[in-house]
Structures are given as structure tokens and as C-alpha cells.
């Protein structure tokens, strides 16, 4: 009798120890799910408050071009030639802005729709770059041919007759040291041309001088041979590859962390 109390009471204390070396996870899991929360909340402010500065540039370059041109030209002449910066930088505003909401509504309030949201634009923004990373590395001339039959049409009707378009040509030009999307036919048959009977100066670039042959005339450019702006930022590119690679693995690594945590919030919400 006693040895089978003894046993009950060493039984019954191991039973009482069993909640005891519990009573903590729920604690630290409360813990980690806050803090979790809060750097998605910080995270996705961030995000929101890039969105809206990026509307506020959108909408200036849209309604007033050249003096945004005229402040920060010398340093967006890298690829401005291929899109409308404009209508780029508000659909790009306006992206992060609503992600930028969703997150933060969606971990704030503890809303599984608007995380839900938040991980599919995410997951699609992160498909199409990945997409767009493949085609530009494995599908270069492809790319270079579409981009060809959009920019260089555009050239030769606008160049030397729409102010704004000109002025960013120009800046590209003078910042990448290149001459039109492929090289100096591009502007045959432009208004510029038309008017002046000259190319633009930047076509008859000497590089062993470092200075620009005047005037531009079809020999003069056809001997200089400068490159195409499309060409020499693919050089440009590659010249950096570890830099734009470490920048794009940063950015889906980003992505991905992103994902991760509101896919963590979604599943641990009741």
C-alpha cells in the first residue's frame, strides 16, 4: 500500500510537471507572432511612403516634364529612351502604394483577405520579374527587335519636333556617349534632319579626342561609327553584372521575405 502511494504521489508529480514545461511556448509564440506583425507593419509603411513619393514624381513629370529634365536629367538617362517616365512612375507609385496598404492594413488589423491579396500581387510581381529576367538573358535580339519597331518609328517622327522627347534623347546620348537606339540612321528622315541637314552632334563623337566633330554630316557620323544607346547600355550592364545581379537578388530576396512573413501572419490568424 504504501509503495503504491508513493507510486501515485511520483506519479502525480509527473503529471503536474507535464503542463508546467509548457506553460511558456504559448508566450514566446504570442512573441514571435507580435514581433512579426510589427516588422510587417514597418516594412509595408515603408513600402506605402515610396509609393506615394513615387506618385508625386509621376504626376510631376507627367504635368510638367521639362523642369523635372532640367533637375534630373543628367542622372535618368540611363533608360528613359524606352519608356514614358511619366506613366511609369505613377503605374509604379501606385503599386507599391497599394501594396503598401494592404500590408499594413492586413497585419494591423489581422484581415486574411488583405493578406491573402498582399501574397498573390506579390507572388505575381515576383513571376513577372523573374519572367522578364529569362527573356532579357536569354532572348536579347528578340527584345532588341521589339524595342527597335516601337522606339525607332518614334524617332523619326518626333526628334527635333517635340520638345520634351529631344531633350531626353539628348541627355541619354550625352550621359551613355551612344548615338540614336542602334546607331545615327536612326534620325535620317526626322524633322530634326529635315530642318538642319545635319545629324545630332552626339553621332559624331570622337572617343580618341573626346570631342564632337561639326558638323555631323552622313560621312562624318557613318565614319565615326558611335554606338547604339540600346547597345551600349547592354555593355554597360554586363560591364556591372555583379552590381545589377546583386541589387535584383536583394529586391526577390525582398519579395520573398515578404511573402513568407504574411504567409506566416495568414496561418497563425484564427
Known amino acids: 500500500m504504501l509503495e503504491s502511494g508513493m507510486s501515485a504521489q511520483v506519479g502525480g508529480g509527473g503529471r503536474e510537471q507535464g503542463p508546467n514545461t509548457h506553460i511558456c511556448l504559448p508566450g514566446a509564440t504570442m512573441q514571435c507572432f507580435s514581433f512579426i506583425k510589427t516588422i510587417m507593419i514597418l516594412f509595408n509603411m515603408l513600402i506605402f511612403l515610396c509609393g506615394v513619393a513615387l506618385l508625386a514624381v509621376g504626376i510631376w513629370v507627367s504635368v510638367d516634364g521639362p523642369s523635372f529634365m532640367k533637375i534630373f536629367g543628367p542622372l535618368s538617362s540611363s533608360a528613359m529612351q524606352f519608356v514614358n517616365v511619366g506613366y511609369f512612375l505613377i503605374a509604379a507609385g501606385a503599386v507599391l502604394f497599394a501594396l503598401g496598404f494592404l500590408g499594413c ?20 510581381i ?29 524617332i ?29 540612321t536612326d534620325f535620317e528622315d526626322s524633322p530634326y534632319v529635315k530642318e538642319n541637314n545635319v545629324f545630332p552632334q552626339y553621332c559624331c563623337f570622337d572617343l580618341d579626342n573626346g570631342t564632337f566633330v561639326e558638323p555631323c554630316t552622313r560621312v562624318e557620323a557613318q565614319y565615326q ?29 525582398l519579395e520573398l521575405a515578404a511573402m513568407i512573413v504574411s504567409m506566416y501572419l495568414y496561418c497563425n490568424l484564427k
Open 225 to 253: 561609327k558611335v554606338e547604339g544607346c540600346f547597345n551600349q547600355l547592354l555593355y554597360d550592364i554586363q560591364t556591372n553584372a555583379v552590381t545589377v545581379g546583386g541589387v535584383a537578388a536583394g529586391i526577390g530576396g
Open 126 to 154: 515576383f513571376i513577372a520579374e523573374v519572367a522578364a529576367a529569362v527573356v532579357a538573358l536569354v532572348y536579347t535580339t528578340m527584345a532588341e527587335n521589339f524595342l527597335t519597331l516601337m522606339v525607332v518609328p518614334t
Open 105 to 124: 492594413y492586413g497585419a494591423q488589423t489581422e484581415n486574411k483577405c488583405a493578406l491573402m491579396m498582399f501574397f498573390f500581387i506579390l507572388l505575381v
Open 156 to 184: 523619326k517622327k518626333e526628334y527635333g519636333s517635340q520638345k520634351d522627347f529631344t531633350q531626353v534623347w539628348n541627355s541619354t546620348m550625352e550621359g551613355l556617349k551612344c548615338c540614336g537606339f542602334n546607331n545615327y
